[in-house]
């Protein structure tokens, strides 16, 4: 099959017929016709369709080991420092296209899975791992390009650390038997951002250290699976008109809570179980941080420079440039995007090929990275705020300026050097990225999807090598 377009991960998509939850009812119909998704599904499509861009078609693709088809770029190995920057350019365009506002363009998760295929090795020789299931699924991912929601974490019932469910109906999903055909799991995970609205689901461990070996499983399987059921929160779509709704009308990309009723996940679909040791290390062992964080990074490279943009339009728009705190908020936002990209540039020159021959981006830099753009993402949104003032507010609808009022609203609301329209489908932009509940979204999921930013920073605590500024400090001292 290869690269897919548009038409094709539709089409594909609607024949499923996922169950997916929606207000209390079951969605019926066309899913590329429902209002909580159509916008969303369009804009994937049109992700897909650069993949057939002539203009950029090789940057997007690659030849396929196996068919010699061209197949998605996202899911290239890298095995070279020029394999990484191929990757970068290909993160970049579809990035550009939402202004990085869409954390699950399909390379996010084609990424994971890459990850964990190139590091399937590990599960050589380990109990009840399969790392044969896994890389023939990537092949047939990559082939096919199959379109991925992931949900990794359980649900949020009782954080204490000394936890350990022990409820007669199982929350946290589990493996409740196993049979010939496979493995049948029961409970809940969540939450699955665009979950039924994917091929495939994605199920792994990842930054949870288990208790319980029926928690410690991983397999993908099809979101028509039956006994899968996907329920959505509430939409964050404003409403239909692009203009009233700049980005929730077209990236508004859902998340819901993924329940497995006596779900059976076929053995060729199991990547592990029963083995939490191999759960609790594949993440930190495998390349999945490198190769997932590099794709983070640089879509949060195109997002600050989105910010960037918008935020100087902003002034441009008013004519505050002058003032010295509009400056000085401005270089906040520069420095946060110089920041990112050294820290992108560093992890790519320092990348080195790992045990199985991959080049992993240096891991550091891009831990720094993931710590850091949790703390400035939130300010940039401030600055925005700061910045717009009752511009913020006073955000006129589509129809009011096609209505008779619209000679006030040309007179009253036009900018220095914007007509009143364009004056307010910036401030519109603005506000949806940091005001309508499609903004704060964003704002949550860039604090935590990538998991909780505390524990993020134990991590890169405890794993950054300290050792000889320690010494040389010791040394400085001369102690004993
Ligand atoms: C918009 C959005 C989209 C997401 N999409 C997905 C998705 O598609 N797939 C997916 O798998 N996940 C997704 N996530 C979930 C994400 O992985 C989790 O939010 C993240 O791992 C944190 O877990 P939690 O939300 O359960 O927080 P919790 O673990 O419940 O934390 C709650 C609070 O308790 C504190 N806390 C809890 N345990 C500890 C501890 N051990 N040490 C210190 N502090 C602790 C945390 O710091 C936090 O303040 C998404 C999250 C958001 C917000």
Redesign the pocket.
Known sequence: MGAVNGKDYINRLNQLRNEIWYDGEKVEGLLSEHPAFKGLLQSKAALYDLQHDPKIKEEMTFVSPVTGERIGLSYLQPKTKEDLTRRRKMIEHWARYSGGMM??SPDYLNTVLMSFASSASYFTNKDYCFPNHLQAFYELARENDLSF?????SP?VN?S?IYIENTDEPIAARVIKKNEKGLLIKGA?????QGGLTDEVLVFNV?KFLFNEDEAFAFSIPSNTEGLKFICRDTFIGGPSSFNHPLSSRFEEM?SIVVFDNVLVPWNRVFYYNNAKAAEEFPFESSFHPFTKHQVVIRQIVKTEFILGLAELLIETIKISEYQHIQEKMSEIITGLETMRALLEKSENNAQLDEWGYMRPEIFPLQVAGNLFPAIYPRFTEILQLIGASGMITLPTENAFHSTIRSDLDLYLQGATKTAEDRVKIFRLAWDVTMSSFGT?QT??E??????P??LSSELYKKYPKNDYVKAIHTFLDLK
Do not use: E
């Open positions: 954390g699950r929601t992931h949900t990794f974490v949020q954080r650390p995970r969540l939450l699955a951002t930054g998340d979204r949550q999921y604090r935590y999807f990538f998991g909780d505390i524990r």
